[in-house]
C-alpha cells in the first residue's frame, strides 16, 4: 500500500499553513499574518476526495483567521475539486444541564453557530461527485456566507450579529427569511446539537479550536511543529 503525493500535497498545501494559535480563551487581539500562496494544478476527475472536517466556533478569533485567510484560499482554486469540506459549528460550547448552551465568547457566538448551522443545512456541502470546478464554486452557498460573516468580526468592535449575518445574506442574495425560519423555529438548535454530539465524540478529542480532521485524522497543532499526512490509496 502506498500513498497519493498529490493527496498529501493538498492537505499540506490547504492545512500546513495553520498558521492561527489554537484557541483556548476569549482572548481577542490576534495578529493577522498574510497566508503563503496556494499553488494550483490541473486535476484528475479520477482522484480520490479528501475528507476534511472543520470544527471551529463563531466568533474565535482564530477560526475567523483560518476561515477567511487559508481555507478560502484552498476553496477558489482547483484543489476544491477532490475535496469533500465539512464545517460543523460547536467548538468549546457546553450544553448545560437544563439544556442551555454555554459559549466561550458569549451570547453572540451561540446565536451565530445557530446562524451557520442553519445556512449550512439550507444550502448543504459542497457536492462530492465530479463535476465543473464553476458549479462547485456556485454551490459553495454556505462556505461563502460564513466566511461573510467571519471577515466582519473587528477585535475587540464588531457588528452586531444579527447585523452581520443580514448584511452577509443581503450581499449574497440569500433568504434572510428561511435562515430566520430556521433559528426561530428551534430547528437550528436541534442542528446545532447534533454538532455538539458529533464534537464531543471525537477520538482523540479536540483539544482547541480550530480542529482539523482529514480523512479522520486530526492535524495536530501544525503553528509549532510540522504536520505530515499520507493518504493511503
Not at 498574510?34 to 482564530?62: D, G, Q
Request: with cysteine; aromatic share 8%; net charge negative.
Amino acid at each position: 500500500m502506498g500513498s497519493s503525493p498529490f493527496l498529501s500535497f493538498l492537505v499540506l498545501t490547504a492545512l500546513v499553513f495553520l498558521f492561527v494559535t489554537p484557541s483556548h480563551s476569549s482572548e481577542y487581539d490576534v495578529a493577522r499574518e498574510s497566508a503563503p500562496p496556494v499553488t494550483s494544478r490541473k486535476i484528475s476527475r479520477n482522484s480520490e476526495k479528501v475528507k476534511m472536517s472543520l470544527y471551529y466556533e463563531s466568533l474565535c478569533p482564530y477560526c475567523s483567521s483560518f476561515i477567511a485567510g487559508p481555507l478560502a484560499q484552498v476553496l477558489e482554486t482547483d484543489l476544491m475539486t477532490i475535496l469533500n469540506l465539512r464545517l460543523v459549528p460547536w467548538g468549546n460550547a457546553i450544553l448545560d444541564s437544563n439544556n442551555t448552551i454555554e459559549c466561550q465568547h458569549g451570547d453572540d457566538e451561540c446565536y451565530l453557530n445557530i446562524i451557520h448551522a442553519c445556512a449550512i443545512n439550507l444550502w448543504p456541502d459542497l457536492p462530492q461527485n465530479e463535476i465543473d470546478l464553476q458549479l462547485i464554486t456556485m454551490q459553495k452557498k454556505h462556505f461563502d456566507f460564513i466566511k461573510c460573516i467571519e471577515k466582519q468580526y473587528k477585535a475587540p468592535d464588531r457588528n452586531g450579529a444579527e447585523e452581520s449575518w443580514e448584511e452577509c445574506s443581503g450581499k449574497l442574495g440569500l433568504s434572510t427569511q428561511s435562515i430566520k425560519k430556521c433559528y426561530d423555529s428551534g430547528h437550528g438548535k436541534e442542528l446545532v446539537l447534533q454538532n455538539a454530539k458529533e464534537t464531543d465524540h471525537l477520538r482523540p478529542p479536540h483539544k482547541y479550536v480550530p480542529w482539523v480532521v482529514v480523512d479522520d485524522t486530526p492535524l495536530l497543532d501544525v503553528s509549532h511543529k510540522p504536520s505530515t499526512i499520507s493518504i493511503p490509496l
